[in-house]
Structure formats: structure tokens, C-alpha cells
């Protein structure tokens, strides 16, 4: 008996319901051998790979470290236990199924990185069928049987085949069975069979990705006959032909930009001839979804090392396939716009990363210091960009940055916005750290705060300042890293100095309703807006003032304004 329930793509599924675990002795260590090369004494390859320089990477070509590539995959003990299982299921039925986990399981196991992401390839069965054979196991061990959850082919999110996945001593572990891809002209939707070993690595994307790690004779098998030999040079290559891998299905440019940049491998050279190559190009553009594209950069932009996965989309001609740009802007866009993007992007990571993890340390876990960072990265790379506009269907005009991160990446609209406001007050940044830095120009700014409700005092201007200016972090243009980096520590020190650091915690005394009540209007409108703003700047001013005090204040204040118009109108 099984459960079958359609499901969403990985990521999305939750615990079916509690384990219960059967005492048994656990199994010996598996320790799995890489066939298909020369045996070592070491247990560890020491090999050239391309360098990253925690900024803008290295051209393919200078000198490279050494990196250690393990000989054999050692799994962990959960690993082993349910490798195990899988492997009393196929001896207790007589299947003769060779179970082979696939692809990144396998190179991060070589590289000595942990992975729970384990797909298993049959050779005999589909993965639905393999499943519901574990749970009849469980059964006739007196177990109990788990929901067996079923992915449904999306070729739109690159699923060609129908996955099986089931929860196995509390890892979710994917089925599926071997397959062969035929790819028809102007598709990137194959016509899937049921392949050999060799043919499903060969169908993969990258030959590092290729590799299988057979459970039943405990070896890592390179069917391609180059996928270790290209994990140890650090090399991102195709299987097959890299041009007809990428007309097939064009995502995969992006997938080996992603790779080579988060292990700080190389390009080869053909794949980089073949991404760069016009109709790869024009394919790109159009065979792929937006919503796939803008996945992938979003993955490199939260990776570790982003600025060299944008310098790949740059050098290879890439950049305006992947950030589409809208027609007649304004001002129009200049052939150096990629370059100047991602130069801004670098010179943003080098300054965060000279200043530390703390420049995003406004969240209270790590979770939301990644997405601000990954949201100031967004910016930066879109800093030339950001006084572009287009004019929409309703004859609006739209920042063009807007376009590009909501239509072009399709990503959240939120996302949009708030980079859009991030580059708006850069500006008031640039003049908060001339204010924080000298008193020469307290007088002017006071005269900008003040109006005819509220006069600030002189020794408070630059605390309602640095908030009303809403404050936000924008490029130097000093050429030298050390001097960012100081005035930026200085300015932060001012701020912290100014009781702001927490600022943005800040509650209004009163919202719209009360304004109206103390205003005595029944509906809203500009002047609401008006006293809203009024309200932030009396509160930044008055940081123990009371919500009746601030009453009091504005009521006062509108009377003594009725009062000077009156005089005046006399």
C-alpha cells in the first residue's frame, strides 16, 4: 500500500509524520572507490583550480592554489543506514536494481563538502514503483510506511521526468530512473526515454555533475570518462559538444556560470566560444522562461561568491540577454552600461567585505542579514542604471532598475521597491556623511527642516537629519578601499553616537486616525500626509516625548497657524 500525493518541486515538502526506528546493528562503514581512474596511495588529489580573491575573481590563466579532491565518498552514518535499507529492499524482492546516486550529491562529496540533497537513478524501475517496494519492506519489518510524494513533470522548471521522493530515516530522498534526452529543433522540452547509465551522464549539464555513486558496489562511477578528471582541474565543461548541449536547452549557460563561480572553477574554452556564440545567445532570450532566468541569477547574487558570476555574464556578452532592458529610455542606454553594472557590484562587495558581516547586521539572524545582503548587491549592480526611466502602457514613467528586476528577473515586487528606494536616498546619503562629518552646514539643513509648525534645535539637526534623509548606503567615489572603508566606520560610529542604530524600529506616536481626531477632519488626504511627516521629525527631535505631549504640540501649532493666517489676511 502506498500513498501517492502530488506535490510541489522540492524544497517545498514538509515531515509526513513522525520515525519510528527499528533497533538493528548498523552496518559497516561504506568506503567507495572512483573506477575509471589510476589508484593512489593518497586518499587525497591535490589539484589546480582557479582561485577566488573574495572580490572579482581571477581570468582563466593566472596562477591557481591546489585544492584536495577526495578519493573516495564517505558518507555519514545516516547516509549509511539508509543506503542500507535501500539495499535490503532490492535484496529482499530479487530486483537486481543498481542504485546509483546522481550528480551533486556526488561532486560535493569528492570536494569534502556535506550534502543532504541525495537523487537516486534506477536502472530498472520507475522511481514511484521503487518506492512503494521500501514501503511494503516496512511493513513486513513491521515499520511504519511512509507517504510517497510525487513530482509531476514541469518542463518549465526543468523537470522532464517524473520524480518519486519519500522520507527515509528523516531524509527526503528522490527517485528516479535512468534516462535518455532527444532535444527537437526550437524546444528545450525533451523527448525523455528510458536510457542507460551512460546515456543519462551523458544527457547531464556538466561533466562535474555527471558522476554516479553506485550504492551496490560502493564506487564512484565516471561514465563520461571525464568528470573526475574535471573536478580535479577545476574545470566546468559539457558532456557532449558544448554548443549543441546549450542549443538544447540554453538554461544550462547560466548553470555553468553559477558553478564556476561558486567553486572558483574555470570555463573551458569551447564552453565559453560556444555561451558566447549569437544564436546561444538568441536562444537564451527566447526558448527560456524569465521566471528561469531570473532563478538562477538570484542564485548566484545569494551565493558566495556573486561578482564572478556577473563578470562571467559580462566577459561572455551575456549581460543584456540575461537584464533585459525595456525600449526608449531615457536617458538612452550606453554600450558600457554591463561594465559599468558590474563594477559597481564589485567595488560594493569589496567595500562590505573590508567593513565585515556587520554592515547587514540590522536583522536579528543570519536569514535576514543574506537577503539584505543580497538586496544591497541588487543595488549596487543597478547603480548606473538607477536615473533611467521608461514610460508603461498608462504613459507612467517607471525607473527602468523597476523593469529589470520585475518583468526581466521576474522576481518579487517587493524586491523592486525597495532597491528603487535604496538607490532614491543614496543621494541624502552622500549629504549625511558631509553633515556627520563637519558643523559647517548645520544652519542650512536646519532652515530645510523647519517650517512654520516646528523649529529644530540646533544640537538635534543632524538626528532628524540622518532618519528624514532616510539613510542608506551608496558608493564612494574615492578610489582607495581604506578610505571607504574608514569614512564609512566613522559615519557608522556617528549614527550609533546619534541613538539612531535602531531607528528604524520606531513606532509613530500617532497614525493617520489619530491625526484626524486631533485635526478634527473626517477624511485624509495631503494634509494627513503632512502631519505625518511632521510627526517623524518632532519625534526624532523629542526622543522621551509622550503621546499626549505630541498632541498638545500639534494642537498648538495649528492653532497658532490659524492665527497668523488671520492676522495676515487683516
Sequence with gaps: MSLRLLLPPRGSLRLLSPLRRRQTPRP?????????????????FSIPIRAFTGVSGMAAG???????????????????????????????????????VAGGWVRDKLLGKGSADIDIALDNMTGQNFCERVNEYSKFMGEEQKGIGVIQCNPDQSKHLET????????????????????????????????????????????INS?????????????????????KKGLIDTPLPAKSTFLDDPLRVLRAIRFAARFSFTLAEDLKEAASDEKVKSELGSKISRERIGHEVDLMMSDKHPVNALRYIRDLGLFYVVFAFPEKLEPPALDKHDWLCVSHLEAAWKLAHSIGRSVFSCGSDSKSQDEQQRLCLYSALFTPVRNMFYMDKKSKKVPVVSYIIRDSLKLKASDADTIVNIHVVSEKFAELILLLESNENLETVKEKLDDEYLEIPTDLVKRVFAEVGNASDSLSKQDELDKRKERYISVERSIIDLDLDGVWKMKPLLDGKAIMGVMQVKSGGPLIGKWQQRL???????????????MEWMKQSEQQSKRQKIECST
Design 536 to 550: 517623524v521629525k518632532w519625534q526624532l527631535a523629542h526622543p522621551q516625548g509622550t503621546m499626549e505631549e505630541c
Design 28 to 44: 559497516p562503514p561504506f568506503r567507495a572507490t572512483a573506477t575509471g581512474v589510476p589508484h593512489r596511495a593518497s586518499s587525497f
Design 211 to 231: 558522476l554516479f555513486f553506485n550504492i551496490n558496489t560502493k564506487s564512484v562511477e565516471d561514465l563520461t570518462g571525464r568528470g573526475l578528471e574535471d573536478l
Design 62 to 100: 593566472t596562477h591557481k592554489p591546489t585544492v584536495e579532491v577526495r578519493e573516495s565518498v564517505e558518507l555519514t552514518e545516516e547516509e549509511e543506514r539508509i543506503f542500507a535499507r535501500l539495499l535490503d529492499v532490492v535484496r529482499h524482492f530479487g530486483l537486481g536494481t543498481q542504485l546509483r
Design 164 to 207: 518519486a521522493r519519500m522520507l527515509i530515516y528523516g531524509i527526503w530522498i528522490d527517485f528516479v530512473n535512468l534516462r535518455s534526452e532527444k532535444y527537437a529543433e526550437n524546444s528545450r522540452i525533451p523527448t525523455v526515454e528510458i536510457g542507460t547509465a551512460k546515456e543519462d551522464a551523458l544527457r547531464r549539464d556538466l561533466t
